[in-house]
């Protein structure tokens, strides 16, 4: 699940919010002015994200890698 919450919300809540990321591994988008600036994810959740986007790019770059233009 992910939740949303403004920057000032988000601040008066911080603590509360990495209780519940550990807990429940949801993600917080923190909007600024309305638009959304930053996520909140538990570290676990953060592990395995670069973790993926690790085997993602070992993936491409054994297949060629980027492609450029001679």
Do not use: N
Not at 2 to 10: K, S
Not at 12 to 29: A, H, P, S
């Amino acid at each position: 699940m992910i939740r949303t919450h403004p920057i000032t919300e988000a601040r008066r809540l911080f603590l509360g919010l990495i209780d519940r990321l550990q807990k429940t591994f949801e993600r917080v988008v923190i909007t600024k002015h309305g638009r959304p600036v930053a996520v909140l994810l538990s570290y676990d959740d953060y592990v395995r994200l670069t973790a993926s986007l690790e085997l993602l790019q070992q993936k491409k770059d054994a297949r060629g890698g980027s492609q450029t233009d001679a």
